[in-house]
């Protein structure tokens, strides 16, 4: 029977001593090896209050555990893998707690394959693996990466690499690249989980059901949260301050392609060099986001089936370029939110047939060809160039406005349609204040407006699976 195995770079699993005659804790690394060779599911090794290096694989359905992370720590050795992890077939759980895991190595974490340091597994789809209160510590290579479980939980991680704002710069040779990956995964409960500090990834989540709830993904280079296929719920999460810093595709803090299904409640993304949030061919239904103070947009969406931003505490402020954008996508709704301030960016914009460079400052933009757009209770305010600007190219959309609220000073826009077939009525709902109640009606020039981002400068699966090892 094939088996899978997992690597982490820091962990360990809570448990309780079932009987005083239970072997002592272990500091010896010899002897952590052979305990663990020995034991069987179900049973519990136990790492004393020390510093062990070495390299440790735990068997299927067993518990390796600490006296606590700042206490109990693994040290990977060099060019190695700090802790395999073998998720057996029979329900039981291989559990790992209350400790730390430490290397410099290509994963700290991880499921042998077929090479040494290969992050990865051939099994079936079972299997269960579980951590609680581990922090990961990653040198270099991945913190964490698991591939084909059934179930996979984690409680109370934290996975930190060396990035900071003040020593970001892409080097991926010198800083860990990866911070969780997850491949294929059945189900992944992630609760109060932290991945920070990253070269390219902090979580990347392949083909994989995920519920993630507290903790994030903030302060990483590249991308903060990157979800090809697969379903995400994500509640309260925090993908602030993502870094930009030489990387070679589309920087931000989230990014969901490849047909991924994404839904949120209280994300907050601030702060950032790079887009808040990127949608390619997805669908999307956040509630309450707040994107503020991004050097890109706060929100963008392509080729989308369905784009929504619901609530009533949304807000998307200060941010370069746009606030939202959403392009070529089939149903978008957006409600409950203020959209305002949007500071200018010199921007490549669509004219008609023509493309020139500009400066683009808008709160929402909208192009075409749609089907259908619903905006409701909207406060779009004070946006550098527009605060709406729906484009429909040559096709026409069932559009709807209610309780949407425009205002600007100056030149500024209010709301604006141009080109295909504008149903008439279509700002019914919206209310100009300001400058724009004169500025809308004055306006003869056709508008810019935002080009797709070609696919091929999104992070591709195939260079996540040959990081990682799989074939």
């Known amino acids: 029977m094939?088996?899978?195995?997992?690597?982490?770079?820091?962990?360990?699993?809570?448990?309780?001593?079932a009987c005083s005659d239970e072997p002592p804790p272990l500091c010896d690394a010899e002897e952590l090896t052979d305990a663990l060779e020995s034991a069987g599911s179900g049973d519990t090794v136990r790492v004393g209050s020390c510093r062990v290096r070495g390299s440790f694989t735990v068997p299927a359905g067993v518990s390796l555990t600490g006296a606590g992370r700042d206490v109990s720590i693994l040290e990977g050795l060099s060019n190695t893998v700090a802790v395999f992890l073998e998720p057996g077939n029979d329900g039981s759980a291989t559990r790992l707690a209350d400790l730390a895991v430490e290397s410099d190595g290509p994963a700290d974490l991880a499921v042998p394959s077929d090479g040494t340091f290969a992050i990865g597994a051939r099994g079936d789809g079972q299997g269960v693996v579980a951590l609680e209160a581990v922090d990961v510590r990653a040198q270099r290579g991945f913190g964490m990466g698991a591939q084909d479980l059934s179930d996979l939980e984690m409680t109370d991680v934290t996975l930190t690499g060396q990035v900071?704002?003040?020593?970001?710069?892409?080097?991926?040779?010198?800083?860990?690249?990866?911070?969780?990956a997850l491949l294929r995964i059945g189900e992944a409960a992630l609760t109060d989980v932290t991945v920070t500090g990253f070269m390219e990834f902090g979580a990347a989540l392949?083909?994989?059901?995920?519920?993630?709830?507290?903790?994030?993904?903030?302060?990483?280079?590249?991308a903060g949260l990157s979800q090809w296929d697969g379903d995400a719920d994500l509640q309260g999460l925090d993908l602030s301050e993502t870094l930009e810093r030489g990387i070679e595709f589309t920087a931000a803090a989230g990014i969901f392609s490849s047909g991924a299904r994404v839904e949120s409640v209280g994300l907050v993304v601030n702060d950032g060099q790079a887009y808040g949030l990127f949608h390619d061919n997805a669908s999307a239904a956040h509630v309450d986001l707040v994107a503020n103070d991004n050097d890109w947009p706060a929100a963008s969406a392509q080729f989308c089936t369905s784009f929504e931003i619901s609530g009533s505490a949304g807000e998307l402020a200060r941010n370069g370029q746009a606030g939202l954008t959403v392009i070529e996508s089939t149903t978008v709704a957006v409600a409950g939110a203020r959209i305002a301030e949007t500071t200018p960016f010199l921007t490549l914009l669509?004219?008609?047939?023509?493309?020139?460079?500009?400066?683009?400052?808008?709160?929402?933009q909208i192009v075409g060809p749609i089907e259908t757009l619903t905006l409701q209770r909207l406060v779009v305010a004070n946006n550098g160039r527009v605060g709406i600007l729906?484009?429909?190219?040559?096709?026409?959309?069932?559009?709807?406005?209610?309780?949407?609220?425009?205002?600007?000073?100056?030149?500024?826009?209010?709301?604006?349609?141009?080109?295909?077939?504008?149903?008439?009525?279509?700002?019914?709902?919206?209310?100009?204040?300001?400058?724009?109640?004169?500025?809308?009606?004055?306006?003869?020039e056709m508008m810019g407006v935002k080009q797709i981002i070609d696919p091929e400068q999104l992070p591709q699966l195939g260079a996540i699976e040959e990081d990682l090892g799989l074939r």
Not at 206 to 222: D, F, K, L, M, Y
């Open 2 to 17: 094939a088996t899978r195995a997992l690597a982490v770079s820091g962990a360990s699993l809570l448990l309780v001593a």
């Open 164 to 180: 900071t704002p003040e020593n970001a710069a892409y080097s991926p040779d010198g800083w860990a690249t990866h911070g969780l």
């Open 206 to 222: 392949v083909e994989t059901s995920t519920t993630w709830i507290g903790g994030g993904a903030p302060r990483n280079i590249g």
């Open 350 to 364: 669509q004219v008609g047939d023509e493309q020139v460079q500009d400066e683009m400052a808008d709160g929402l």
């Open 390 to 444: 729906i484009d429909l190219k040559e096709g026409g959309a069932d559009i709807g406005t209610s309780d949407v609220t425009v205002e600007g000073t100056g030149e500024q826009l209010g709301a604006i349609a141009q080109q295909g077939n504008v149903p008439d009525g279509w700002d019914s709902g919206v209310t100009r204040q300001g400058a724009t109640a004169e500025n809308d009606p004055a306006r003869t």
